[in-house]
């Protein structure tokens, strides 16, 4: 299981700012280790971010994301002690869900 | 045509795979479904056209409505380069990014519903050098706008 992603969600205004750091390799498949193998693709293909089950972000992402993916984005209706959860799926299907409280 | 038919038997035999897979109870249904949500075709492309095609889209309008924000002209690491989108198209539907001369253009799309700002940022890995495309969707139109981002230190290579 992967380590937790690093999420915080403040109200802005009336938009709930949502700032997510996820940790994972986002191995590309292009590299070769020192004996020329190259080193398997393993990256996050799926995020979905949701708030009171409300999908109010969705990716696909290829492996040009970054390692240790950074995201942040901005959605209306959220309020103080709602809750945003971020789910991300890679391409080993492993899975990993993670919750914030909107401040 | 024919590469068309190659792409639709790879998704249709993939897509057999998985359910081959859930049905023996290895996966959790939903786990196979996110899987499934992935556009592959789309993911392993190699020009702008492609990508579109992949896509489902039609060639893009370039549009000045669409802006990069905090995203640099020259980026001294390419295994980190900032990106950040604000699309001012109306109905903006979905957000991607695409790096042309990466291995596979297509980095990310960004499906925005209702509610959401179609502004974002990320991170992305660029091989060298090259225009990255912000390519929007809205009201069943694509759109893009592009910049080029200067690389002096690759992101792709051992």
Same mark, same amino acid.
């Given at each position: 299981m992967a380590d937790p992603m690093k999420i915080r969600a403040n109200l802005v205004g009336d938009a709930t700012e949502v700032k997510v750091l996820m940790s994972h390799e986002?191995?590309?498949?292009q590299r070769k280790d020192a004996d020329g193998k190259v080193i398997p693709a393993w990256f996050i293909q799926n995020v979905k971010v949701a708030h009171n089950d409300k999908v109010v972000l969705a990716a696909q992402w290829g492996?040009?994301?970054?390692?240790n993916p950074f995201l942040s984005f901005r959605f209306k209706g959220g309020a103080k002690g709602d809750k945003v959860k971020i789910t991300w799926t890679d391409n080993h299907n492993d899975t990993r869900t993670d919750e914030a409280t909107i401040a | 045509m024919d590469t068309h038919r190659r792409q639709a038997l790879k998704a249709g035999s993939a897509f057999s795979l998985l359910t081959l897979v859930a049905a023996a109870g290895w996966l959790d249904p939903r786990e196979a479904a996110a899987a499934e949500s992935w556009n592959k075709g789309a993911f392993e492309t190699h020009s702008l056209d492609e990508t579109m095609k992949a896509l489902g889209g039609s060639t893009p309008v370039p549009s000045n409505d669409i802006v990069f924000v905090a %995203? =640099? $002209?020259?980026?001294?690491?390419?295994a980190v380069v900032p990106i950040g989108i604000t699309s001012k198209? =109306?109905? %903006?539907?979905s957000i991607a990014i695409l790096i042309?001369?990466? =291995?596979?253009?297509?980095?990310a799309v960004f499906d925005i519903p =209702?509610? %959401? $700002?179609p502004s974002l940022s990320t991170r992305i890995k660029m091989g060298q050098t090259s225009s990255v495309y912000a390519l929007v969707k809205a009201n069943g139109r694509y759109y893009v706008t592009s910049k080029e981002i200067k690389v002096t230190l690759g992101g792709c290579g051992g």
């Open positions: 986002m191995e590309t498949g492996p040009a994301v970054a390692k | %995203t =640099p $002209d020259i980026a001294e690491n390419g198209v =109306p109905q %903006t539907d042309e001369k990466n =291995p596979n253009m297509l980095a =209702p509610g %959401t $700002d």
